[in-house]
């Protein structure tokens, strides 16, 4: 009995040598690059944890020396910022910022070409959108109608697309285009919640291009648009 299984433990060793000898390389080849690639994702997690709390430094730097009203020290922090860790949402807070700090001190030059980079390079949509909208602001300020136009042309997230279409309704009334202004109007009018403030600014946009509102509700209502 003894040899009976000394003999199927033999077989099986050899059977197991020989499965070594035809794949092992394949398996220990397979390991390793199982487990570089563990590897490489771990360590590429922690260089992202390392990135986001040296961004979250800096990013309070900039609050500071924005409350504190110094352009120039704002403006080299965020350049760092742009540098070093541009594709964190701590960098695209920090354009924001900085933007809105250079154009109420009266250089909206410098702030467009901050909302221009974050337009550009934000790699979370919902920052690049609000770029758009204030850069859209500002080309308006500036009677660049078509530029502002272009940047609300795309790139927008969903949820501003009411914000998007009072703004064209602006930029067409600028423009003397009142029947396209109408119907982007109507758009945001209809997209905003019943309730909310912005709705109400829109149909006071619609009234003074002649709208009837009532029949506006009445068809939202039909059609169950409204929120």
Partial sequence: MANHL???????????????????NWITWGLIVVLGAVAAW????????????QAAAMFDEVEKVTKAG????????????????????????AGLLVAKMNYEAGKPEVSKGILRWLVDHAVDKGYASIARLRLSALLIDS??????????????????????????????VLQGKNTDAKTAYLKAY?????????????????SALGVKLESTDKSVAATGVSK
Avoid at 16 to 21: C, Q
């Fill in 6 to 24: 000394d003999l199927e433990e033999q077989e099986q060793l050899d059977q197991l040598k020989h499965f070594w000898k035809q794949y092992g």
């Fill in 190 to 206: 209809t997209a905003f919640e019943s309730q909310s403030e912005y709705r109400r600014l829109v149909g006071i946009k619609l």
């Fill in 42 to 53: 771990n360590g590429f997690q922690l260089w992202q944890r390392n990135q986001s709390t």
């Fill in 70 to 93: 110094d352009p120039q020290k704002a403006e080299r922090a965020f350049s760092d910022m742009k540098e070093r860790f541009a594709s964190t949402v701590y960098t695209q807070q």
């Fill in 143 to 172: 009677k660049s109608y078509d530029e502002a136009l272009g940047v609300l042309g795309s790139g927008m997230s969903d949820e501003f697309s009411a914000l998007v279409d009072d703004r064209r309704g602006d930029i067409f």
